[in-house]
């Protein structure tokens, strides 16, 4: 068929029924090339030239029958140098007269196609066979303590592959062991012998408890009778041992009254079962509430006496605690129990010599302790 303006001429003259048509009719024998002239004014002419190819048969090869994995497409690759094709059954096809339409069959089919060219025609099959995914089913989400490892157990298929291998001993088995740090979530991929090329999928997670416990400072230094609040910390239930002095041993913060020195080990424990524990020594000094307050100390740097503080001893609260050298200047003040001065003075060493403090506190009692004296900086 051509399109224009102008008179129209095809050549040759063979099986054409109408040289001067835009739309001709041919019936070639063999195949043959058409050329057509378009002429629009003297001397303005374009050409163009058609080949219709005469076979003997239609070639068709539908493909290899093939399989896939339920709710999965196929696309039916055909081979062909046929002009028109018709599938069927054409439910399970995206269109039954492409030449490679995408099928996608719920259940095992043979697709039939039909090419043509003009009146030849040939047909061919293909089957399709389709089969369920595997069942993967990777266990249910767990909770561990840390540390701590946890088998893992995926079930449906013939072979399996974990991922990320992280703390894994070995992703390549259903049930490998996995030694956690941290919380993580597992991917296993499932294949089965039945055929379905592609592998299903489930998650795990494996949840990491980590549980710290905290008894509060390392040592506590009190006075006879003196009730000391400990703070513990680190789950929901808690349990001190031994329960002497205790006014109840299975709070976070219970009260100790102690006539003697004292460690208590504190064990807390979550909603999950996991469970850590700390201890606490409390010193008990019979002796008055006070400040007691070293007379040396040598600021060398060593970690040994490097400090000049107040010890406290059944005190509640520290008002102030100064130091000042030979001229009346101050040196160092702090409010802040066991807080003390390492003998600079605006970041320099202070020399060697006599220094005066003054300290004021409150016991456990509310009475108002105030005390002074000297120390010597020895370097």
């Known amino acids: 068929m051509a399109s224009g303006s102008g008179s129209i001429f095809w050549s040759p003259n063979y099986n054409i029924n109408n040289q001067s048509s835009f739309t001709p009719l041919v019936s070639p024998k063999v195949t043959t090339t058409y050329s057509v002239t378009l002429t629009e004014t003297p001397g303005c002419f374009a050409t163009h030239t058609v080949k219709v190819n005469v076979v003997n048969r239609v070639t068709l090869n539908a493909g290899n029958d093939s399989t896939i994995c339920q709710t999965d497409s196929t696309r039916l690759n055909t081979i062909s140098d046929g002009l028109h094709y018709i599938w069927t059954p054409a439910s399970s096809l995206n269109n039954d007269t492409a030449k490679s339409p995408l099928a996608a069959p719920k259940s095992n089919t043979t697709f039939h196609v039909i090419a043509s060219i003009g009146k030849c025609k040939t047909a061919d099959d293909v089957t399709i066979r389709v089969v369920p995914y595997p069942n ?7 909770t561990i303590c840390f540390p701590g490892s946890y088998e893992l157990h995926a079930t449906g298929g013939s072979s399996y592959l974990w991922s990320p291998v992280t703390f894994l001993n070995n992703p390549n088995i259903p049930d490998p062991v996995s030694t956690p740090s941290q919380s993580i979530r597992y991917i296993v991929a499932v294949r089965d012998i039945l055929g379905c090329p592609k592998p299903a999928f489930d998650t ?7 549980i710290v416990a905290d008894a509060g400072p390392r040592d506590t230094s009190i006075v006879v009778n003196q009730p000391l609040q400990l ?3 680190g789950a929901e239930v808690f349990t001190w041992k031994p329960s002497t002095g205790l006014n109840n041993p299975n709070i976070a913060n219970p009260v100790a009254i102690l006539s003697e020195s004292q460690q ?21 000094y019979k002796v008055k509430p006070g400040l007691y307050v070293p007379n040396a100390f040598t600021p060398n740097g060593d970690k040994d006496n490097d400090i ?20 009346g200047q101050l040196v160092f003040s702090t409010s802040i129990q066991n807080k003390g001065w390492d003998g600079t003075f605006k970041g320099a060493p202070q020399d060697a010599d006599i220094y005066v403090w003054i300290v004021e506190g409150v ?5 108002i302790i105030f005390q002074k004296g000297t120390v010597a900086l020895i370097r």
Do not use: H, W
């Not at 993967?136 to 767990?142: E, L, S, V």
């Not at 795990?204 to 980590?210: A, H, L, W, Y």
């Not at 000049?308 to 001229?327: D, H, S, T």
């Open 204 to 210: 795990v997670v494996i949840q990491v408890e980590k």
């Open 363 to 367: 016991d456990y009692l509310n009475k």
């Open 264 to 284: 208590y080990v504190l064990k807390v424990q979550s909603p999950a079962g996991c469970s850590a524990t700390d201890a606490i020594d409390i010193i008990v």
């Open 231 to 233: 703070f513990g910390t």
């Open 308 to 327: 000049f503080r107040p010890i406290p001893i059944g005190m509640k609260a520290l008002n102030y605690f100064k130091v000042y050298n030979r001229r």
């Open 136 to 142: 993967a089913d990777a266990g249910n989400d767990i």
